[in-house]
């Protein structure tokens, strides 16, 4: 199941650059695209909040 991204994002953009199929879009919070998430967890390790989480 993809990633998904909680309310306690702060929309710094640590995860984007981290994520290899950019599936995350900015906003407040950030989205990730389920349908290109590979759930990697490569974003959930870059956020200092710990805001992406599987889903």
């Known amino acids: ?3 998904v991204i909680t309310d306690s994002c702060i929309a710094c ?7 290899p199929v950019d599936a995350i879009a900015e906003g ?8 290109k998430c590979v759930d990697c ?4 390790g870059a956020c200092p909040v710990d805001a992406p989480v599987a889903g």
């Open 13 to 19: 953009g640590a995860c984007v650059s981290e994520c």
């Open 28 to 35: 407040a919070p950030y989205t990730i695209d389920a349908d």
């Open 41 to 44: 967890g490569a974003c959930a």
């Open 1 to 3: 199941m993809a990633y």
